[in-house]
DNA sequence: TTAAAATGCGCAAAAAAGTGCAAAATAAAG
DNA sequence: CTTTATTTTGCACTTTTTTGCGCATTTTAA
């Protein structure tokens, strides 16, 4: 075996496996670990993989373990934790964009079958990164500020589906004004998207609660599910379970 | 045997076993090692195989090594670089996928006014940063291997633009077997907006040069411009250039 | 802390590759 | 058909690359 043909061989297991051990090629390739830890330092000057110690580890392993521990004390990781509950398999599921719903891209278990429909650049990088999700891109002019998917065409693509449920990233929340939002190109989208929906469930931070902004959404009454970083039982939930709004 | 008759059986062997040894091939020709050696040379030279300690391996086979190293960013590096010379104010730009074409993105100039169309979710997150770019997305589903859109709704939104230019992240490009990948989707989507631009423009790294993936694309007549990291006058190159299509 | 495993380093043998040159084969010219 | 020029090939030799082993050192895990 050709020394290049034997170091393609450990890349492929190590991208395979995302980890090898130094003995195991050894014992599979019939040469001596030495010749194996020359081929991984090579490997790893290279930057090719990660050298470890008694093997070495994929790159995409390596980069993907630590970005999951940086995040993981966050309010919207909370919330995203509450939200995945309500997904099941087979569902077809309409996403919005924010911050709040990258976050729950990123905390769908692995072995989830779900159909996502989005309009947001950061939240499809997400599903798309999962093994078995299927994403559908609405596409249109992409609004710089909200890095979502706005206008007329996607709007008529948004009318054309029939989801079971929608997650709505929100910047305003308020008992009696219900949702509301600054950019009207944004509204539009969101308003489609309630309307396609059979239940819609709307994630935000506790400092958005009882703020409003300039454009209506929509009322309380169309909203079906909180989701909140706080306990369910907080008095600033309150007034809106008053509304009949269920609280997560 | 003559020297050519020769060569194309070691390319041949090569392609087929994706691997040989200079002793195997000199004990079946019945010549010296040294003849296959020179004879290695020069397939190498032109870009046809990989010369390697104790024989050869096939393009095909290596690509997956030498993509993901730390060399190959910067070739990206300076293959966008190059690129963005093509683009003026007020273009409308068509672009693929990959990640020479992300490089691109993010090697625009800060003050470039420009409308791109894209269904590559990395390359739209690069253009959506640029403080003035215009963004359209190409909607539809997302493929997970390449991260771009996929579909006929997809090809139908991309028949309806006419740009003036097209940039495309290539796989495989041979002076007879023309672009060439091993995605069928893919293949309709790069055929789609090949259709819809007036010119096109193949961006890739030399060591895809000279590979052939199973699904046609396009013919090199139908590309005008081919982008590497190598220095234009490169014999590699000289293929190419003889189809008649501007090297960069 | 300690024992086992893994590693790095120097070294030597074997394999392969590069080099210069002359013989052989092929092509071109007279 | 012969002669000359060019290319191709093989051989002897040197240089480089690759590989495995012994041994001191470091890392890991109990």
Redesign the interface.
Same mark, same amino acid.
């Given at each position: 075996m +050709? &020394? #290049? /043909?034997r170091? /393609?061989y450990i +890349? #492929?297991e190590v991208n395979l496996h995302n980890r090898v051990l130094t003995s195991d090629l050894s014992e599979a390739i019939n040469v001596s670990e030495d010749t194996i830890r020359r081929d991984l330092a090579e490997l790893a000057e290279? %930057? &090719?993989i990660i050298k470890a110690h008694g093997g070495a580890l994929s &790159?995409s392993f390596h980069t993907s373990f630590q970005i999951n521990g940086v995040y993981s004390h966050d309010k919207k990781k909370c919330i995203a934790r509450k939200a995945v509950n309500l997904i099941h398999d087979g569902m077809f599921i309409l996403s919005g964009g924010g911050t709040t719903i990258t976050e729950l891209a990123k905390a769908l278990p692995d072995q989830l079958q779900a159909t996502f429909f989005t309009?947001s +650049?950061?939240a499809?990088?997400e599903?798309?990164q999962h093994p078995t999700a299927?994403?559908?891109?609405? %596409?249109? @002019?992409?609004s =710089?500020n909200s @890095?979502i998917?706005i206008g007329g065409d996607?709007i008529q =693509?948004i009318a054309q589906i029939n989801a079971d449920i929608c997650f709505l990233g929100i910047n305003a929340l308020d008992p009696e004004l219900g949702l509301t939002d600054n950019d009207w190109e944004v509204v539009q989208i969101k308003k489609a998207m309630i309307r396609a929906s059979r239940k819609v469930v709307a994630l935000t931070i506790s400092e958005k609660l009882n703020t409003q902004q300039k454009i209506k959404v929509a009322d309380l009454s169309e909203l079906d599910i909180i989701i909140t970083e706080l306990p369910p039982d907080d008095p600033i939930l309150e007034p809106f379970r008053k509304a009949g709004v269920q609280i997560l």
């Open positions: +050709l &020394k #290049r /043909e170091q /393609e +890349l #492929r290279t %930057g &090719k &790159k309009g +650049l950061p499809a990088i599903y798309i299927e994403v559908i891109f609405i %596409g249109d @002019r992409i =710089k @890095r998917t996607a =693509k």
